[in-house]
C-alpha cells in the first residue's frame, strides 16, 4: 500500500506557533517511524516561487506569503490545496477556517480528513463578521470533508448536530512527558520551586484571569503567582483591571517564548491554573498533565473531561481563592492531584497513542490503486 499523507492548515514544521503546529509535527514525526511518506505544507515569509526540501524525513512544501493574518493565512491555505489537489494523495487538514476552499477535494475526488478545532465562532473575542465567516466554514467543513476529527467529547457532541456519527472522531491532542528540568529559570524570576502557582494563558476575558487574580489577591498566601504574557494596562482596559487587582505577590514577567524556559516554570510549579471557558482540549492543559502538575480550572465541561480527578474547580474568585487553599494547605490533596495528573495523561494525553490514532483513521481513507482493491 502507498501510504502517503499531505497535511494542511498550519504553518508547518518544525512547530513554531501554536497546538496545531506542535500536533502536526508530533502525528507528522510518528507516521515516518512507521514507513509513511508525509508532506506537510509550510508558510514562509516573503516572496517567490514554491519550493520544496525535506526536515527529519518529513517532505516539505514551502510556501511564501507577503500579506500578515488572516488574509495571509486564506492566500496560503489556497496554494496549499492548489498544490495538494495536483496529486490523489490522502489529505488531512488542521482547521476549518477557510473550509470552503476544500471544494477542491471533493471535486477531484481527493479523500480529506478535517480536525474541526474549537466551537470558534461561538467566541466572544471575535467580531460579528469574523464570527460569521467562521461559522459559515464550520458548515462548509463539515459537509466537504470525508471524516471529521474532534478534539474533545464535547466539540464531537457539536459536531453530530451537522453530521452522522460515523463521520465523526474524538482524537485529543498529546503532549510529551516531563520528568525533570532546570530550576535556573525559576530562580532568575525571583521565584523558588514548589512555591508558586504557573498561569500560560491569552490575556482574554474568556480564560478567567481576571477572577483568578482577584481570587489569589484576597489575601496573603505563602506561594506566589507566575502569570506569563503581555499586561498593557495603557492600550487594553482588561489588562489594566487584572494588573489593578494583583497584588504584590502576582508576577508579571511578560511573554516566554523559549520552550525550555516554560518547560522548567510549569514543571516547578506548586500548580497550574487554567481558567478557560471554551474550548475543546487545549494543549496548555494537556502539557500540565504531562508535566504532573496539580490543576486548578475553571468548572465546565470541556476542563473537567480532560484534567478529571487531576484537578480542583472553580467558578468564581472566591471558589478559585478556596481552591488554593486546599493544595497550600494539605500535602495530601496536591500528592493526590498530582498522581492523578500522571495517570491521567499516560491514560490519554501521550503522542504516541494520540498519533497511533490518526494513523488508523488515516488507513481507512487511503486511496487505492486498481489492484490493491483487487487483492483486497
Known sequence: MNKTVRLLGTRGVPAN?????????????????????????????????????VWRGIERVLIPVTSDGWKGTAVFDWISI???????????????????FNILQRIKGIPNIMNMDGIEWSR?????????????????????ANH???????????????????????ITYGANAVTEASEDPVRKLGLEPGRYLNL???????????????G???KRRDCKMLILGNYNAATNDYHRQVLEAASDQVVFPGAIYDPAVVQSLRFHSLAYIHGHTVG????SLVE???????????????????????????????????????????PAVLAGLRAASKRRFYEEFTWEHVAGQYEQLMLRYLPQTSAERYAG
Open 17 to 53: 506557533y501554536g497546538g496545531f503546529e506542535t500536533a502536526a509535527e508530533h502525528i507528522a514525526l510518528y507516521l515516518v517511524n512507521k514507513g509513511w511518506r508525509v508532506i506537510v505544507y509550510c508558510q514562509t515569509e516573503g516572496d517567490g516561487p514554491v519550493t520544496e526540501d
Open 82 to 100: 492548489r498544490h495538494a489537489c495536483q496529486f490523489k494523495d490522502l489529505c488531512v487538514t488542521f482547521g476549518y477556517n477557510t473550509a470552503g
Open 124 to 144: 466572544s473575542r471575535w467580531g460579528p463578521v469574523k464570527r460569521t465567516i467562521l461559522y459559515i466554514n464550520e458548515r462548509l467543513g463539515c459537509h466537504l
Open 148 to 170: 471529521l476529527i474532534a478534539d474533545h467529547p464535547e466539540i464531537e457532541k457539536h459536531l453530530l448536530t451537522r453530521v452522522a456519527q460515523r463521520k465523526v472522531n474524538t
Open 200 to 214: 500560560i494563558a491569552r490575556p482574554i476575558e474568556e480564560n478567567s484571569i481576571l477572577e483568578m487574580v482577584q
Open 216 to 218: 489569589f489577591s484576597s
Open 280 to 283: 475543546g482540549t487545549n494543549p
Open 288 to 330: 500540565a498533565l504531562g508535566a504532573s502538575n496539580a490543576v486548578i480550572a475553571h468548572d465546565n465541561v470541556y476542563n473537567r473531561w480532560v484534567a478529571q480527578d487531576a484537578g480542583l474547580y472553580f467558578t468564581d474568585a472566591a471558589g478559585f481563592s478556596a481552591a488554593v487553599d486546599q493544595i497550600c494547605d494539605s
